[in-house]
């Protein structure tokens, strides 16, 4: 059971294409983020927003802008990406502050850029 | 740096007994998770450990030793749709997690 949903589950785009990727969660949790995982490397953290402040921005490439409007929303808007940005967007949520703070993930947007 | 390694891929037999092992090097020391994930799918938390020694959670067990840096996901009566990837991830003192690249497993008949 999952109580993270992400829509588009497959986005194909061009690199002069604009499209947003978007994740809601339905745990009342605090803290939500977004994750690149590409095949057989390990999960790259690119936002970390806890509430509703974004607390963490890993040198992400400006082509990749996150948005949280409240708790349980999260987008992340894409603009000229490269072909290199061709992965799997996950999202997750946790109740920051909480004894393990346990990351629940989404089924990710698997993302390619022509 | 900050280093969690696994190995890449394991092949065990349907009803046997296999362990994944991760060893890590991290800034601080706040945690450990495994999780499971399918092909396509979400990754699914499966364990959490934070002191010495072993979490059994039914089929799946975790071990932990902090001095040595090291950890294990033990999985018995091997099923086949245990064929997965397994991430270990480690807290550090930013509590911040840091991934490792996961264990593909394949599951033989």
């Known amino acids: 059971e999952t109580g993270v949903t992400q829509t588009p589950r497959h986005l194909v785009m061009g690199m002069t294409n604009k499209k947003s990727l978007k994740c809601e969660q339905h745990l009342g949790h605090n803290a939500m983020y977004w994750y690149k995982q590409s095949a057989k490397k390990p999960l790259e953290l690119m936002f970390v927003y806890s509430l509703e402040e974004r607390v963490e921005n890993n040198s992400v490439p400006s082509r990749f802008s996150p948005e949280c409007p409240n708790s349980s929303h999260l987008f992340l808007h894409l603009h000229t990406l490269q072909p290199e940005d061709s992965a799997l967007y996950l999202c997750?949520?946790?109740?920051?502050?909480?004894?393990?703070?346990?990351?629940?993930f989404g089924p990710g947007t698997r993302l390619t850029v022509l | 740096g900050q280093n969690i390694d696994q190995p890449t891929e394991m092949t065990a037999t349907e009803g046997a007994i296999v362990q994944i092992n991760c060893t890590y090097q991290?800034?601080?020391?706040?945690?450990l998770f495994w999780y499971q994930q399918h092909a396509g799918e979400a990754p699914t938390f499966l364990s959490y450990?934070?002191l010495d020694g072993l979490e059994e959670k039914g089929r799946f067990s975790s071990f932990l030793s902090r001095s040595k840096g090291y950890s294990y996901l033990l999985l018995k009566e091997l099923q086949m749709k245990d064929s997965a990837s397994y991430l270990c991830?480690?807290?550090?003192?930013?509590?911040?997690?840091?991934w490792g690249a996961g264990t593909k497993l394949i599951i033989k008949p």
């Open positions: 450990n934070v």
């Open positions: 997750a949520s946790s109740q920051s502050g909480g004894a393990a703070d346990t990351q629940y």
């Open positions: 991290t800034s601080g020391f706040n945690g």
């Open positions: 991830a480690v807290r550090d003192s930013n509590y911040q997690l840091i």
